[in-house]
T-cell receptor
Framework: AQKVTQAQTEISVVEKEDVTLDCVYE???????LFWYKQPPSGELVFLIR??????QNEISGRYSWNFQKSTSSFNFTITASQVVDSAVYFC????????????FGTGTRLQVFP | DGGITQSPKYLFRKEGQNVTLSCEQN?????MYWYRQDPGQGLRLIYY???????QKGDIAEGYSVSREKKESFPLTVTSAQKNPTAFYLC??????????????FGDGTRLSIL
C-alpha cells in the first residue's frame, strides 16, 4: 500500500519553542519523492521542500530542518524557535517515479503557535 | 507576478445545479490538477491534465467534469450528480518539462457550500 501517515492531528506550542512534525510513509517502490507543504489560514498550499528517495541528506533552511530516514520510512520536519506566523496546517506528501501526477497526502498536522 | 488564480473564492450551489470553478495559471505549466479537501483530511485528486485537450480521472472523479481547451485554463464543473459537494477545492499546476520530481504549485482555493 502507498500511504502517508501524520499521526499528530494538532500541536500547540508557545513562541520560541522547537517543534517536530512527524511523517511516516509506506511504499514498496524504490524511487519516490517526498514533499512538505504549508497551508496557512488563507488556504493555499505553499511548497516547502522536496526530497528524492536516493538522497538521504538532511536539509536546513533557516529555522526549518528536515530529517529523512529511509530505515524508518520517516521524513520529519522541525521548526526551531517557532513563531506565531508558523501557525498553519502542514502536509507531508508522496509521489512515485512512474506516476508523478498522483500526490498522496497525509491528513495534515495543525500547528498553533501562541505568543 | 506568476501564479494560479482560482475564482470565485466562495460559491454556493442549489440542489440540482451545476457549478463551475475557474482555475487560470500564467506559469506556462503543462500539467494542471484539481483536488478536494474535506475538514481534517488530506487532499484527494479529482482530475488532472498533463497536456491541452487531454485529462485523466483521479481518485474521486464521480460527479465532476473538466475541460482543458487552453494551456492556462482548467475549469472544474461540479455536477448535480455530486451528492456531497461541500468542500474546499484546490487547483494546482506543475512544470513537467523540468523532470519528474517538480513540486505542484497551488492556488488559493474555492470554498463550495450547498444551499
Amino acid at each position: 500500500a502507498q500511504k502517508v501517515t501524520q499521526a499528530q492531528t494538532e500541536i500547540s506550542v508557545v513562541e520560541k519553542e522547537d517543534v517536530t512534525l512527524d511523517c511516516v510513509y509506506e511504499t514498496r517502490d524504490t524511487t519516490y519523492y517526498l514533499f512538505w507543504y504549508k497551508q496557512p489560514p488563507s488556504g493555499e498550499l505553499v511548497f516547502l521542500i522536496r526530497r528524492n528517495s536516493f538522497d538521504e541528506q538532511n536539509e536546513i533552511s533557516g529555522r526549518y530542518s528536515w530529517n529523512f530516514q529511509k530505515s524508518t520510512s520517516s521524513f520529519n520536519f522541525t521548526i526551531t524557535a517557532s513563531q506565531v506566523v508558523d501557525s498553519a496546517v502542514y502536509f507531508c506528501a508522496l509521489t512515485f517515479s512512474y506516476n508523478t501526477d498522483k500526490l498522496i497526502f497525509g491528513t495534515g498536522t495543525r500547528l498553533q503557535v501562541f505568543p | 507576478d506568476g501564479g494560479i488564480t482560482q475564482s470565485p473564492k466562495y460559491l454556493f450551489r442549489k440542489e440540482g445545479q451545476n457549478v463551475t470553478l475557474s482555475c487560470e495559471q500564467n506559469l506556462n505549466h503543462d500539467a494542471m490538477y484539481w483536488y478536494r479537501q474535506d475538514p481534517g483530511q488530506g487532499l484527494r485528486l479529482i482530475y488532472y491534465s498533463q497536456i491541452v485537450n487531454d485529462f485523466q480521472k483521479g481518485d474521486i472523479a464521480e460527479g465532476y467534469s473538466v475541460s482543458r481547451e487552453k494551456k492556462e485554463s482548467f475549469p472544474l464543473t461540479v455536477t448535480s450528480a455530486q451528492k456531497n459537494p461541500t468542500a474546499f477545492y484546490l487547483c494546482a499546476s506543475k512544470d513537467r518539462g523540468r523532470g519528474n520530481n517538480q513540486p505542484q504549485h497551488f492556488g488559493d482555493g474555492t470554498r463550495l457550500s450547498i444551499l
